[in-house]
């Protein structure tokens, strides 16, 4: 069973640094297994769903990296 200690639903990221993207609409951390998900929600046209969770993924890049640094987790983005 996960234990999930904190979801957050669209709220900015504390972190050291400024980022442009830093609001993910779902931030999922679970302290026991050490993990943290950002969830991304995007409505696109059929043709576009691709490109669109590339944009995602690429867009909360700097930001994943910025909280596995800080926080001592693994993290995700799911689109």
């Known amino acids: 069973m996960k234990l999930v200690q ?5 709220q900015q990221v504390q972190r050291d640094r400024i980022f442009l993207n ?3 609409n ?7 297994e050490g ?3 950002l969830i991304e929600v995007a409505v696109s046209r059929g043709i576009n769903v691709v490109k669109t969770a590339a944009e995602e993924i690429l867009k909360y ?3 994943t990296i910025e909280i596995q640094r800080m926080w001592n987790v ?3 983005v799911i689109p």
């Open 61 to 63: 890049k700097d930001l």
């Open 74 to 76: 693994k993290t995700k």
């Open 6 to 10: 904190r979801i957050v639903w669209n």
């Open 35 to 37: 993990t943290c998900t």
């Open 22 to 24: 830093n609001k993910p």
């Open 26 to 32: 779902i931030i999922i951390r679970c302290h026991k």
